[in-house]
């Protein structure tokens, strides 16, 4: 089976700096994927990681841990459009992806 | 322009009721997957199809089914509707399937059920 969690929500203000976490247990990892989502929007690609470390792309970067199963995105400098929610989902050996509930992330000014 | 469309935006549907939602894709990829995303649940996996002529049933396939007779058209049906159908439903792509292809949104059917 598959378990992914993140946190429901988190609230940051504009300028700051915020760390999204993404654990999961997967019976197989073929990397994975974080995503963002504004309301009432399609999930837009952010990154991918497969091994571990951090992918830096601009104001986001994406860190991986496989022997920890643990995976976080983090964005810098924010913005009141970084008002979104956020996808953790991991592909394991299988055909699709398998997503987290996501995490709602409020920036404040 | 290249990307995936669906229809229709949104739809109000009696229960009992059967609907094909549609959904196209110009990017010629091999893969093709359809997810509901409901409040609180996230995505969920519904079908996939890794290539034309082939389908697989995801998480949550009751109710549904699909059919992949071209490259570009996976096509979504609920041959009897139910109340606990009313979803968001997203189209979904990737150049290949089985693999870690990054996936491609289609822009959503917002389904109501009465």
């Known amino acids: 089976g598959q378990n992914i969690d993140q946190p429901t929500e988190m609230t940051a203000t504009e300028g700051a700096i915020v760390q999204i976490n993404c654990t999961y247990q997967?019976?197989?990892?073929?990397?994975l994927f974080w995503y963002q989502q504004h309301a009432g929007e399609a999930p837009t690609f952010l990154s991918y990681n497969v091994l571990d470390g951090l992918e830096e792309k601009g104001r986001f970067s994406s860190f991986l841990s496989r022997s920890k199963g643990y995976s976080y995105l983090l964005l810098k400098e924010l913005q009141m459009k970084d008002s979104a929610s956020y996808l953790c989902a991991v592909s394991d050996s299988g055909y699709a992806l398998n997503f987290g509930k996501g995490t709602s992330l409020l920036v404040t000014p | 322009i290249a990307g995936i469309t669906q229809a229709p935006t949104s739809q109000i549907l009696a229960a009992g009721r059967r609907m094909t939602l549609r959904c196209t894709q110009d990017?010629?990829?091999?893969?093709m997957y359809w997810y509901r995303q409901d409040l609180g649940l996230g995505l969920r996996l519904i079908h996939y199809?890794?290539?034309?002529?082939?389908?697989g049933k995801g998480e949550v396939p009751d109710g549904y089914s699909v059919s992949r007779a071209n490259t570009d058209d996976f096509p979504l049906t609920l041959a009897s509707a139910v109340p606990s159908q009313t979803s968001v439903y997203f189209c979904a792509s990737s150049q290949s399937g089985g693999g870690p292809d990054t996936q491609y949104f289609g822009p959503g059917t917002r389904l109501t059920v009465l």
């Open positions: 990017m010629r990829h091999n893969a």
């Open positions: 199809s890794n290539t034309a002529g082939t389908t």
């Open positions: 997967t019976s197989g990892f073929n990397g």
